[in-house]
């Protein structure tokens, strides 16, 4: 096949796939707008009436308990493992990918405290391979990358995704991951997918400016601080569902999903930052709308953080990326309400966003690109500082190179 044919293919191949994902995010979007409505998706509704919210979430996750009970084959992929997946096809076990894909679509749709990208991410891959049938995977890789571009950050995608082997890296590059990964974006932004995942823009939040030598010294201090902070909450993040993952909660028992939406249910009538991925909570926290106090700011971070390891180990499968930047921004506001002289709220929120990223995610990169487009520019000081203190204390507290990467 000539090198055009080729790049030709890859386009078209993203662009359908990009379209196939932006038509499935979009029917779960509108789905849950006719559910909850706006005010509960956004985390500012506190009148929701708690039987309501039962009767939700404890729903979807009966459903799931029932689309789980034939095993492990049936969850959706983690990230990760829809990349080992088409980087090894003659490795990758064998799934239900439609129980997998209905399973995480309830659990966007039902309250579930994980983000969209595995869904989306696989939902790419396996529309690649309908129309490519495997005989590329390189291209089917490159859609991936237009899934994840997905987040306002067109760059996010390679940073995470690229792992083509040394050889032949440009023309693999110009053949297939660039136009891929181009018509990925393009298939999105069609069905104005790219608004929907990204979580809308934070231009109305005003920039500050460090101006003079106090104001440079509080955003260090807030950042180095912030970094330490996040890498405890990675740190948590991780034991958690490792603890979790080593009780094998759905083969001991397979209505842990049910108790798992009950208890979202409940957070979702006194805590509503808690369910919910967090894009739609985030413009709402950062511009002020949302005026929680700092310690109930903390305390849904943290309930947040403890359900995300949750969902993910009891069915509720997703991804990461929202629900640790709502964490992160949440501690964040909380902690620039007790330290207002202490740095800005971008540099917190930067700050731990880099370094909680950095501590839960392997690629740096990746975490440096995804947290300058989630903040929108925002405390970009911040964010490298918590990024630099995150890597430092990876080297120090795991120096053969870091936990092995979940997500």
């Known amino acids: 096949m000539t090198p055009f044919r080729l ?24 789905l849950s707008r006719l559910l909850w409505g706006d005010a509960i998706l956004e985390g500012l509704d506190r009148g929701l009436p708690l039987g ?12 799931l308990a029932l689309l789980h009970r034939p095993g492990p084959t049936t969850l959706l992929p983690e990230l990760r493992e829809t990349l080992n997946d088409l ?16 399973g995480a679509a309830l659990a966007q749709i039902g309250g579930g405290a994980v983000g969209p990208e595995a869904l989306m991410s696989r939902m790419a891959a396996l529309i690649s391979q309908r129309i490519w049938r495997g005989r590329d995977q390189k291209l089917q890789a490159a859609t991936v990358a237009g899934s994840l571009g997905m987040f306002g950050a067109p760059l996010l995608g390679g940073a995470v995704v690229a792992e083509a ?11 297939r991951w660039l136009p891929g ?30 101006s003079t030598l106090g104001e440079d010294l509080g955003t260090l201090s807030a950042g180095a601080l912030g970094g330490v902070i996040g890498c405890g909450l990675g740190w948590l993040l991780l034991r958690w569902q490792g603890w979790l993952e080593r009780r094998q909660l759905l083969a001991h028992w397979p209505w842990w999903p049910l108790l798992t939406g009950l208890l979202l249910g409940a ?26 106090e700092a310690w109930l ?15 993910l180990e009891t069915g509720w499968r997703g991804g990461v990326f929202f629900p640790l930047f709502l964490v992160a921004c949440a501690i964040g506001m909380g902690l620039h309400l007790l330290l207002p002289d202490l740095g800005s709220l971008g540099s917190w929120c930067g700050a731990l966003t880099g370094a909680l990223y950095r501590y839960v995610l392997p690629a740096p990169l990746a975490v440096l690109v995804l947290g300058l487009a989630l903040l929108q520019g925002h405390g ?11 890597q430092l204390i990876r080297l120090h507290v795991f120096p053969d190179g870091g936990p092995p990467p979940r997500h």
């Open 7 to 30: 790049s030709l293919m890859a386009l078209l191949t993203g662009a359908l796939s990009g379209a196939g994902v932006a038509l499935g995010m979009g029917w779960i979007d509108s």
């Open 52 to 63: 309501w919210s039962l009767l939700i979430c404890g729903g979807c996750g009966l459903i």
């Open 87 to 102: 980087n090894h096809p003659d490795q990758a076990p064998k799934r239900d990918e439609g129980r997998g894909l209905l």
């Open 165 to 175: 082997p040394q050889a032949n890296r440009r023309q693999t590059f110009l053949d």
């Open 181 to 210: 990964s181009f018509g990925g974006l393009a298939g999105f932004a069609a069905f104005h997918g790219i608004g929907a995942a990204s979580g809308g823009s934070l231009q109305r939040l005003p920039y500050i400016w460090p």
């Open 267 to 292: 957070c979702m009538h006194w805590l509503p930052l808690v369910p919910f991925a967090g894009e739609d909570q985030m413009r709402p926290l950062l511009e002020g709308q949302n005026s929680n």
């Open 297 to 311: 700011l903390l305390l849904s971070a943290m309930v947040k953080l403890l359900m995300l390891g949750l969902c």
């Open 380 to 390: 970009a000081a911040g964010l490298l500082i918590g990024l630099c203190m995150a």
